[in-house]
């Protein structure tokens, strides 16, 4: 049986020559060498404490190198290995290490997002994300540095101001679905400062009404260029986003609001097809519309005189329809157009209308219906 490799020992990892390496700035020489000895020394039984020390100096001359040629990921990997593997009483020159490391970095991403000025908010916002990332990583390594603290106040700063520039920005150019999620990201922050928590609650509100009041306008343009379907798309639409308001998301005067451009869009929706004699398709929109007139009773008389005459044209196009199928002998057709007739009047009442307001339309379902009992297209 051939005989096991022996262990490596202290004066077979390179210490003292990637030590020499690094001193003569031969970075990717040190990487090329620590590497291989690390990874054998890996799996091996730790020894004895010098042999840890020697392990954890070999990690940390890796990390530096690799931060030396701007493998900042690489080199947070290898000190973070060097802490680990260090004993106890050399781990604080390796968290020095880690912290400097945290410090040079962010100030690179820190000079980045200075670089980029005025330009796309959310690539700032990543930069500075970023930095302040790794500033909290340095600081759990060396708790109270003075400089990793004041950095990080910094960037945070920085990132508030940010988020506060990108959310306005967006919002001005009526890009209201990505200002909310900026917003949400932000209050998302444990650390997100209190003072401007109410502001931030403000945009997100505005948010919400403006794109309510942008599809409730898009509606309105529809309607005028006779496009009544696209018009009850951006209606509904609008109205998903209302529903998906928080309860405190919105004061009671905007949700008014929000509720009375609804209102608008749904009831002129409503009496252009009553107009156009298009009864049947007016009857949703209006009973929408409806809902959301319920704190106005002007607006709700409004627009239930505006159900009920389209109730009463649909029982008139009903009933002409039954008079003239009775008058081809086709009655079972006709009962099934009565059966529907009936159904809509039940449903007027379901939904709030009353049986006076129904009345001129009850009056014509009546003798639609009386018709086709009698048999007879008068």
């Not at 004895?48 to 990390?63: E, F, Q, V």
């Not at 505005?206 to 309607?223: C, D, M, N, P």
């Not at 018009?231 to 998301?249: H, I, K, N, Y």
Request: aromatic share 6%.
């Amino acid at each position: 049986m051939a005989a096991r490799a022996a262990p490596p020992t202290e004066a077979e990892l390179p210490l003292d020559r990637c030590s020499a390496l690094y001193g003569q700035s031969q970075y990717r020489e040190v990487i090329q060498t620590a590497e291989p000895a690390l990874q054998r020394a890996l799996g091996e039984a730790s020894g004895t404490a010098p042999r840890a020390s020697d392990i954890a100096g070999l990690w940390s001359l890796l990390g530096l190198s690799r931060q030396a040629l701007a493998d900042e990921e690489g080199a947070r990997s290898a000190l973070e290995e060097a802490i680990h593997a260090a004993p106890e009483a050399d781990r604080p020159q390796y968290r020095q290490q880690l912290g400097a490391l945290a410090l040079d970095v962010s100030r690179s991403l820190l000079g980045r997002v200075e670089q980029l000025g005025e330009g796309p908010g959310e690539a700032r916002i990543a930069t500075l994300k970023q930095a302040v990332l790794w500033l909290r990583q340095g600081l759990a390594e060396v708790s109270g540095d003075m400089e990793l603290s004041s950095a990080l106040d910094r960037a945070r700063g920085g990132l508030w101001t940010a988020y506060e520039q990108s959310v306005t920005g967006l919002i001005e150019r009526q890009e209201f679905h990505r200002a909310r999620r900026l917003i949400g990201d932000a209050l998302a922050d444990t650390e997100f400062p209190v003072d401007p928590r109410e502001k931030f609650g403000k945009l997100l509100a505005s948010t919400f009404t403006g794109e309510i009041g942008q599809l409730t306008a898009s509606a309105i343009r529809a309607l005028e260029d006779e496009r009544g379907r696209e018009a009850l798309t951006f209606l509904q639409r609008a109205e998903e986003v209302l529903s998906c308001v928080p309860v405190d998301g919105l004061s009671s005067k905007r949700r008014e609001e929000a509720n009375r451009r609804l209102w608008w869009g749904y009831t002129k929706l409503g009496m252009r097809r009553v107009e156009a004699k298009e009864y049947e398709d007016a009857v949703e929109p209006l009973f929408h519309a409806l809902k959301m007139a319920e704190a106005s009773p002007e607006r709700q008389q409004e627009t239930r005189e505006a159900i009920v005459r389209a109730f009463v044209g649909v029982a008139e196009a009903r009933a002409a329809a039954i008079t003239q199928l009775l008058r081809d002998r086709k009655r079972s057709a006709a009962r099934e157009v009565g059966e529907r007739l009936r159904a809509l009047m039940r449903e007027g009442l379901e939904r709030g209308l009353t049986q006076q307001e129904l009345s001129p339309a009850f009056a014509k379902a009546r003798l639609a219906l009386e018709s086709i009992d009698q048999g007879t297209g008068s």
